[in-house]
C-alpha cells in the first residue's frame, strides 16, 4: 500500500508540536538579537568560557530562547542589569554554570515577558550541577 499525501498530517503535527526550530551554536561570547528568537543556541566547539547576552527587554516581549552546554566550558546567560527572574532571585542579571565537571548538559529556557526574562534553570540537581546566580 502506497502513503498518497502525508501533507495533511505534516499540516496538523506543526501545528500541534511546532515546526523545526534553528539550531545556533556559538562557541565564543555573543549577544543575541530578536530574529534568533525561538532558536536553540547551544556552546559547541568552545574552546573558552562563552557569555550569551539576551536582547533588551523592551523589544523582546515573547521572545525566548533553549540554551544548552554542549562543551566543558563555562557558559554564562546575561539579561540587561537586575532584569532576570530565576530561581530564588527576582533581580537577577545573570546565571553561570562554571562549576568544574558540573557544566556539560546544563540548560537554560529564557522566555521575556515585556518586563523581564524569565529564566528557567535545567540542571539535573542543586547537588550535582550547580548554577552561579548573580
Known sequence: MAITSTRNFVTNFNKTMGSRRKVITHASTATLTV?????????????????L????????????FW??????????????ANLMVTFNDITATSVKFGTSS???????????????WMVQLSTYDGADQLVTVA
Open 102 to 116: 558540573e557544566k556539560v548538559g546544563g540548560g537554560v529556557f529564557a522566555y521575556c515577558d515585556g518586563a523581564k
Open 53 to 64: 547576552t539576551l536582547p533588551a527587554v523592551a523589544s523582546s516581549t515573547g521572545c525566548y
Open 67 to 80: 540554551f544548552v552546554n554542549a562543551e566543558d566550558q563555562d557558559m554564562t546567560i546575561t539579561a540587561p
Open 35 to 51: 530574529a534568533e528568537s525561538g532558536s536553540l543556541v547551544t556552546t559547541e566547539g568552545a574552546g573558552g568560557a562563552v557569555v
